[in-house]
């Protein structure tokens, strides 16, 4: 029950902050005074970045499917349903078809080698899969749900979608995790597409750890065939990338 009074309050919160983004007369019983008050004290910046990077897909006519990587709680989800796939109602002139979660839906694995940390445990940031699709409610048509632990799943799953993919959203914290992701979308993605971590300055920030470490040996790897833009980084822990295919960089694109 407290999950659910929790996503009430924010889907409250995420509604009030668009009618405030968007210019949307506000409703002649006192919240003109209150949402800044209230805003500041809730404000989830992930928000801000699914919204922003709603307008670049948009701006550069970019369509395709959302993944998401670690799913618990379903907040980034909704995230994107609300901004990335509503096209109608935020004006965006690109279509992103479909929603994609890949997540255990036992929480973390057992940490092993430089993936330890304090604040990790196993079992930690667990959600059933069935509670996640209840959160997905009317919009559930339009979100697969990949259950299973990545090196279990991915190297077998069939990636039978036709769109590439326009923003691939990394929160499985480990090193390990973030690898074996990373791995599958390689040859999947669209140019210009995003790539976030939501867990960067995890590990005290430290380049040889986590998803700083994984990014790293990512970007080595297919050095000859894909680049990497910076993006921007977003509160609290995040960082954002543009994925670039070399072949076709400094070329003009219909």
């Given at each position: 029950m407290s999950r659910i009074i929790s996503q009430i309050h924010q889907d409250l919160i995420d509604f009030i902050k668009r009618l405030c983004v968007r210019g949307t007369p506000m409703p002649r019983f006192g919240l003109r005074q209150v949402v800044p008050?209230?805003?500041?004290?809730?404000?989830?910046?992930?928000f801000d970045f699914f919204s922003w990077t709603a307008n670049y897909l948009s701006?550069?006519?970019?369509?395709?499917?959302?993944?998401?990587f670690g799913c618990c709680g379903a907040v980034t989800m909704r995230y994107a349903l609300n901004t990335l796939g509503k096209p109608a109602a935020y004006g965006l002139r690109n279509h992103i078809s479909h929603f994609f979660a890949f997540d255990s839906f036992e929480?973390?694995?057992?940490?092993?080698?430089l993936d330890r940390q304090k604040c990790f445990s196993k079992g930690k940031f667990s959600m059933s899969e069935e509670a996640f699709k209840r959160l997905m409610r009317r919009d559930l048509?339009?979100?697969?749900?990949?259950k299973g632990f990545y090196q279990d799943t991915l190297p077998h799953y069939e990636w039978q979608e036709k769109n590439g993919?326009?923003?691939a959203y990394f929160d499985c914290d480990y090193y390990e995790s973030t690898k074996n992701a990373l791995e599958f979308i390689?040859?999947?993605?669209?140019?210009?597409a995003?790539?976030?971590?939501?867990?960067?300055?995890m590990y005290y920030g430290d380049p040889k750890r986590g998803q700083k470490k994984a990014m790293t040996e990512f970007r080595e790897q297919y050095q000859k065939t894909i680049y990497l833009e910076p993006f921007f980084p977003f509160p609290p822990l995040g960082m954002s990338?543009?994925?670039?295919?070399?072949?076709?960089?400094?070329s003009p694109l219909e």
């Open positions: 008050s209230l805003l500041a004290k809730n404000r989830d910046h992930r701006a550069n006519y970019i369509d395709g499917v959302y993944v998401e929480g973390l694995p057992e940490a092993s080698g048509y339009r979100v697969t749900t990949i993919i326009a923003l390689k040859d999947k993605m669209n140019h210009g995003v790539i976030a971590f939501d867990d960067w300055q990338f543009i994925y670039l295919k070399k072949e076709l960089m400094g």
